[in-house]
């Protein structure tokens, strides 16, 4: 990487580097993305349960 490029990431703002999105294109990425999600909550409850 050249010091000209190594600047212009330290110069970044990070407004810009914060903001994400997600992209879900298919009805599968959207399922899959869902069943994660609900996948976590099923974890922390039973993690509850269980103490």
């Not at 298919?26 to 269980?50: C, D, H, K, S, W």
């Amino acid at each position: 990487m050249t010091p000209a490029g190594r600047r212009d990431l330290q110069n970044y703002p990070a407004d810009k580097a914060r903001q994400g999105d997600i992209i879900l294109k298919t009805r599968t990425q959207r399922a899959i993305f869902i069943g994660g999600l609900a996948g976590l909550a099923l974890l922390a409850l039973l993690g509850v349960f269980m103490r």
